[in-house]
């Protein structure tokens, strides 16, 4: 999880009155567990984010991030905080750090996804292979027992 401190996230301001949703982006300062663990997607984890939101510190479920991409907007008002000292001034390098280090984790994520569809399919297809490779097998079943096979 050390990976993550230090970067910015997509977060959903709660209590909008708009019909739209409004996003923040801010910045991950640190990582703690709690007790109860929490689902997100089919994995269960306890751990929560510790974010900087404009001047205070929030814990986040993970689920609580967006995974859209950022807005211009967005980014104008992350600009703002950073002029504003709300938010820890990025450099290039460090951005560039975080991509390299969070799109790796990303991928990895991807490909077990995709695996595990892979593997659904597979499983799938042998059943209705197995069905229709071996059709005679339900025909011989539900014949009377008093017919064989080869008197019938």
């Excluded at 995709?114 to 539900?142: C, M, N, Q, T, V």
Aim: net charge positive.
């Amino acid at each position: 999880m050390r990976r993550i401190i230090g970067s910015v996230v997509r977060i959903r301001i709660p209590g909008s009155d708009q019909k739209q949703d409004i996003y923040r982006l801010v910045q991950v300062v640190g990582t703690s567990k709690v007790a109860e663990p929490y689902k997100i997607g089919t994995r269960m984890t306890n751990v929560m984010l510790e974010i900087i939101n404009l001047d205070k510190k929030e814990l986040i479920s993970i689920d609580g991030i967006s995974n859209q991409e950022f807005s211009e907007d967005e980014c104008r008002r992350l600009r703002q905080c950073i002029k504003c000292g709300l938010s820890k001034r990025l450099s290039v390098g460090e951005i560039q750090e975080k991509v390299v280090t969070l799109q790796a984790v990303r991928v990895i994520d991807v490909l077990e996804a995709e695996i595990l569809r892979l593997s659904h399919l597979r499983d799938r297809a042998s059943e209705k292979g197995h069905r229709k490779e071996y059709p005679f097998r339900l025909l011989k079943s539900s014949l009377p027992p008093s017919c064989s096979a080869l008197k019938c």
